[in-house]
T-cell receptor
Framework: GQNIDQPTEMTATEGAIVQINCTYQ??????LFWYQQHAGEAPTFLSY????GLEEKGRFSSFLSRSKGYSYLLLKELQMKDSASYLC??????????????FGDGTTLTVKP | GAVVSQHPSWVICKSGTSVKIECRSL??????MFWYRQFPKQSLMLMAT?????????EQGVEKDKFLINHASLTLSTLTVTSAHPEDSSFYIC??????????????FGPGTRLTVT
């Protein structure tokens, strides 16, 4: 099975940088995803890591260390619209359970002026 | 990017009735679709994995006779909540994997269906 941990809530200031951590313990690993979800809406894809290292995509970056079972999502130049829930999800090995993903409980980020 | 639609976007039904929710991949084929349920201020909980042309795989604790899933084509999966009760009121979200991509093969989420059972 999967066990995914991420902080429940975080607060940051507009224009600042925030790092959201995610740790996982899995029986199989085939990639880690970060999603953004605004209240009442479905999640939207932010990033995907399957190899160790940093993936940068504009203001958003995601890092993975498979040996440590650790990932983080880095948000730069925070904007008010970045206030949302950020979900960390780990995908199991693809040939079992069709590669389903297990989601963490999400981190609610509040950006203040 | 790939688009997944859900219908209806919201529905109110009476206790004891059945409700069908459709999930469609609009511009790609999906051999696998996932159905999630999300209660307020909680994360997504996988209910079942829907595979085209075969029976769905249900997660532990999800009643397969209550939540009927049919994946009849590569672009359509349906979830039917049978004999709905107020505790079934939730946000139901589907996602689909694009079999055509050789890269990330990410899941694309539908916009969700909010079900309220009175």
């Amino acid at each position: 099975g999967q066990n995914i941990d991420q902080p429940t809530e975080m607060t940051a200031t507009e224009g600042a940088i925030v790092q959201i951590n995610c740790t996982y313990q899995t029986s199989g690993f085939n990639g880690l995803f970060w999603y953004q979800q605004h209240a009442g809406e479905a999640p939207t894809f932010l990033s995907y890591n399957v190899l160790d290292g940093l993936e940068e995509k504009g203001r958003f970056s995601s890092f993975l260390s498979r040996s440590k079972g650790y990932s983080y999502l880095l948000l730069k130049e925070l904007q008010m619209k970045d206030s949302a829930s950020y979900l960390c999800a780990v995908r199991e090995v693809a040939n079992t359970n069709a590669g389903k993903s297990t989601f963490g409980d999400g981190t609610t980020l509040t950006v203040k002026p | 990017g790939a688009v997944v639609s859900q219908h209806p976007s919201w529905v109110i039904c009476k206790s004891g009735t059945s409700v069908k929710i459709e999930c469609r991949s609009l511009d790609f084929q999906a051999t696998t679709m996932f159905w999630y349920r999300q209660f307020p201020k909680q994360s997504l909980m996988l209910m079942a994995t829907s595979n085209e042309g075969s029976k769905a795989t249900y997660e532990q604790g999800v009643e397969k006779d209550k939540f009927l899933i049919n994946h009849a084509s590569l672009t359509l999966s349906t979830l039917t909540v049978t004999s709905a009760h107020p505790e079934d009121s939730s946000f139901y979200i589907c996602s689909a994997r694009d079999v055509g991509t050789s890269g990330i093969s990410e899941q694309y989420f539908g916009p969700g269906t909010r079900l309220t059972v009175t």
